[in-house]
């Protein structure tokens, strides 16, 4: 079991509530739990059915360098990079 993060923007309430099940919500659309691997996984099957035109991001704690690692879903100006074996976060600005 591994401390899960998992935050929602603009996505269906069914979704919302699917999460609520396994994850506490803290705040608006920012769910956490401690739950197993497949559990994570499950969840994630979800997201990528349900979440539609939102965005996800879904973060645990990892035996890795930085401790955690994290998957995204949908459309941020925040993008996932590697950089050297590191996970990192590009943010684009915004267009003019």
């Known amino acids: ?3 899960l993060v998992v935050v929602t ?4 309430d069914r979704l919302r509530g699917r999460l609520a099940v396994w994850l506490l919500e803290i705040r608006a659309g920012v ?6 691997r ?7 099957e979800q997201v990528n059915v349900l979440a539609e035109d939102g965005n996800v991001v879904m973060s645990w704690a990892t035996n890795t360098e ?3 690692e994290f998957v995204t879903y949908g459309k941020n100006r925040r993008q996932p990079i590697d950089f ?4 990192l976060v590009k943010f684009t600005p915004e267009k003019q």
Not at 84 to 87: A, E, F, S, V
């Open 66 to 68: 930085s401790g955690f």
């Open 1 to 3: 079991m591994a401390m």
């Open 84 to 87: 050297d074996g590191i996970r």
């Open 9 to 12: 923007e603009a996505v269906p």
């Open 38 to 44: 497949r559990i994570r996984e499950m969840l994630w």
């Open 31 to 36: 769910y956490v739990g401690d739950v197993s």
